[in-house]
C-alpha cells in the first residue's frame, strides 16, 4: 500500500500514537518495588523499606521507629519508615518474603522458621537473615500479688493473656505452657502488650505473659494501679526440661525491677536480632550497619530505650541462629569478629 493512500494523521491522532508508544517504556522506568532502588541507571539511587515492629507498648516497636528516624538523617540514600505487626513470628515470614526489608526477629523463631517447623506452619522461611544482637527478651508472667498463684501450672482454669497472636510472646507461651502440659487447660487470650495491661487491671483476666527487655512499660502500666508478682517460669522451666527441648537461655530478672519489693525471679530469654530480607543489597545492609553500630548510632538507639545497652560491638551476632547477611558478614569481620562457617550463607 501506498503512502498516499493512507488516511491523513492530525495532530491528535499522531500524538496519541506516540503517546501509545513511550508510555510502556515510561511504566518501566517507574516501577520501584518496596525494597529495592530508584535510579539505577546511573544516577542518583535511593534505597526504599519498612522495618517490621511490634505491637503497641512493645520494644520491637521502639527499636524499628528509632531506626526509621535516625538511619534516614544520616544515610541520604536510604528511607526507612516503621511498620506495626504481629511481633517476631509475623516478622520473619515477612521478612523473608520481602514484604519488609528489615524486621526483628528472635532467634528461636528465626530458626524455627528457616527449618520449616513453626507451629502449624511446614514452610520454610529461608529469606530472612541475621544482622545483629539487639537485647535479650525474658519471659515474664504477671499476676497480682495477693493472687495464689505461684507456678505456671497454678493458671489452669484461669484467663490469661499471651500476645498477639503471630508474635513471639504468643508462640513462646504456647511453646513452654504446651511442654508444661497447661496449655489446653487454660483460656489464653491473643492481646497486644497495652491491651493485656488494661484487661489486667480492669479484672478481666488473671494474668498475662510478655517476652520483652525489661522493664517493659505495659508492665509497670499494670503495677501503677494493681499490685504485681512475677512468677518463676524459670523454675517450672528446669522441671519440665524445657531447656532440651528449645533454645532458649536461663536468665534473672533483678529484684526491684519493677518495684523495690519485688525479688528476683528466674526466667528464660530468647536473643533478638536486627534481620534483613536477602534480597537487601550487601552494600545497603553494611552502611546501615555502620550508622546503627557506630558510637553516635548505638547512643540514639539508647536514647530511645534502656534496654538497648546490650546493642554493642562486643555483643556482635551472639546467639545467632541463621546465617548471617552478606553485608553483615563483612561488618562484622571489619570489626574483628570471626563468622562461623555455618552462619554465611
Same mark, same amino acid.
Given at each position: ?48 523499606? #519498612? ?72 514452610? #520454610? ?32 482454669? #484461669? ?145 530511645? #530505650? ?40
Amino acid at each position: 500500500m501506498k503512502l498516499t493512500s493512507m488516511l491523513p494523521i492530525n495532530r491528535v491522532t499522531r500524538f496519541a500514537i506516540v503517546l501509545a508508544l513511550c508510555l510502556p517504556l515510561a511504566l518501566a522506568g517507574c516501577g520501584n518495588k518496596e525494597g529495592g532502588t530508584a535510579g539505577s541507571d546511573g544516577g542518583d539511587s535511593t534505597f526504599t523499606g #519498612k522495618i517490621g515492629g511490634g505491637p503497641t507498648g512493645g520494644t520491637f516497636n521502639t527499636f524499628a521507629n528509632a531506626m526509621s528516624i535516625y538511619v534516614p538523617k544520616h544515610l541520604d540514600d536510604v528511607q526507612l519508615s516503621a511498620i506495626g505487626s504481629g511481633g517476631s513470628v509475623e516478622n520473619v515470614k515477612r521478612v523473608s518474603s520481602g514484604e519488609s526489608s528489615f524486621g526483628l526477629c528472635y532467634a528461636v523463631d528465626s530458626a524455627l522458621g528457616r527449618s520449616g517447623a513453626l507451629p502449624k506452619d511446614p514452610k #520454610k522461611y529461608d529469606g530472612t537473615m541475621a544482622m545483629g544482637f539487639l537485647y535479650g527478651a525474658p519471659a515474664q508472667l504477671i499476676v497480682r500479688a495477693d493472687s495464689d498463684f505461684h507456678s505456671a501450672k497454678d493458671l489452669t482454669g #484461669k484467663k490469661v493473656a499471651v500476645g498477639n497472636a503471630g508474635s513471639g510472646a504468643a508462640a513462646s507461651a504456647e511453646r513452654f505452657f504446651r511442654h508444661i502440659g497447661v496449655w489446653d487447660n487454660f483460656d489464653h487470650q491473643f492481646l497486644g502488650y497495652s491491651a493485656a495491661a488494661s484487661a489486667f487491671k480492669d479484672g478481666k483476666i488473671d494474668a498475662f505473659w510478655v517476652l520483652v527487655g525489661y522493664p517493659n512499660s505495659s508492665v509497670i502500666e499494670a503495677s501503677v494501679q494493681v499490685d504485681i508478682r512475677l512468677i518463676d517460669v524459670g523454675k517450672d522451666a528446669v522441671e519440665a526440661g524445657f531447656y532440651d527441648a528449645f533454645a532458649y537461655i536461663p536468665v534473672e530478672i533483678p529484684a526491684g525491677t519493677y518495684g523495690e519489693d519485688m525479688p528476683a525471679c528466674s526466667s528464660f530469654q530468647d536473643a533478638t536480632f536486627l534481620c534483613a530480607n536477602k534480597g537487601v543489597p550487601a552494600e545497603v545492609v553494611y552502611n546501615v550497619m555502620n550508622t546503627l553500630w557506630s558510637t553516635e548510632g548505638m547512643a540514639a538507639m539508647l536514647a530511645a #530505650k534502656k534496654t538497648f545497652k546490650t546493642m554493642t560491638l562486643e555483643n556482635g551476632f551472639d546467639g545467632a541462629s541463621i546465617p548471617l547477611h552478606p553485608g553483615a558478614v563483612k561488618f562484622w569481620e571489619e570489626h574483628g569478629k570471626t563468622v562461623p562457617a555455618k552462619l554465611k550463607s
